[in-house]
């Protein structure tokens, strides 16, 4: 399977810390660039209509994850925090030292911890349909149900379940409010992309790290304060993450913003390209 046709683009495969990274671009190559990062069952595809009309002035680069899309498998099991350092040496390689930064799902937890650990390599940052990482008991057990519908499930039979059943195609029947930009078509484009074998063990390691490591690291060890801006957007409608975990009120952070969406669910990026391109535009402006 190749990567789905998506007009204008470079594509090129860059090696950083062992991970082969597919990365597919848009825009002058010297112009300000914008990485911008996708989540869970996705790839690069997730940001399609960004990278077919790049904003004048940026540079919008896609790469898939490790493990997922077309990348390489990571020589880790998908700990978020060496991810996030994947990422980073993957901006190295590619000779960025700053740039503007987005996030969806996964991608926007990748985010966070590259933000707050490397502050000095990003201008601003835009989470997409991602809680903050700055919660507490209190505010995360009111929702932790929703994780528990569907995280537990893919951490333990993630393989035969991207590869064998039609559950993908089920999550964004039910996951998506406005269906117009998911086709059958577009939908074939993921799911079938994670009947790969390394793409589905790359998904199932992301979540059986998360609830295996991650979580009970989380209670130990708290997230530093963040210095980026940050304007986050979030799909009111998102049945997997409830609004209240993207607040500002409990944001640790000097510059933090959220605008909550109505009519778009959590696939941001797809139900709201429009809107997601225009306020990627003012937070270059207010940057700039």
Do not use: C
């Not at 399609?48 to 099991?77: N, T």
């Not at 390599?121 to 008991?137: K, V």
């Not at 991207?162 to 117009?180: A, M, S, Y």
């Amino acid at each position: 399977m190749t990567p789905p046709a998506i007009d204008g683009v470079r594509r090129s495969y860059v090696t950083a810390r062992d991970v082969r990274f597919h990365v597919t671009e848009a825009g002058p190559a010297d112009a300000r660039p914008v990485v911008v990062l996708h989540g869970w069952p996705q790839h690069h595809y997730t940001y399609r209509h960004l990278l077919a009309d790049p904003p004048p002035g940026l540079r919008v680069i896609a790469p898939d994850l490790p493990g997922y899309g077309w990348s390489g498998p990571p020589p880790h099991r998908w700990s978020k925090a060496e991810v996030a350092a994947d990422v980073l040496a993957l901006l190295d390689e590619l000779g960025i030292e700053r740039t503007l930064l987005v996030g969806h799902d996964w991608g926007g937890y990748i985010g966070f911890l590259m933000i707050t650990q490397a502050p000095e390599r990003f201008d601003g940052f835009m989470p997409l349909n991602m809680a903050h990482p700055w919660q507490t008991p209190r505010t995360l057990a009111p929702h932790l149900w929703r994780f528990l519908l569907y995280q537990p499930l893919v951490a333990t039979l993630g393989m035969p379940l991207h590869q064998r059943t039609p559950f993908l195609r089920w999550l964004f029947r039910g996951g998506v409010k406005n269906h117009t930009e998911f086709t059958a078509e577009v939908v074939d484009v993921y799911a079938d992309r994670f009947r790969d074998p390394v793409v589905a063990r790359a998904a199932t390691d992301t979540y059986r790290t998360f609830l295996l490591r991650e979580v009970p690291a989380q209670a130990r060890t708290a997230t530093p304060r963040a210095t980026v801006p940050i304007r986050a957007l979030f799909g009111k409608e998102d049945g997997a993450i409830h609004p209240a975990l993207a607040s500002a009120e409990t944001a640790r952070a000097d510059d933090y913003a959220v605008e909550y969406v109505s009519g778009s669910g959590h696939f941001i990026a797809e139900e709201r390209p429009e809107l997601v391109r225009e306020r990627l535009v003012a937070l270059a402006a207010e940057t700039g």
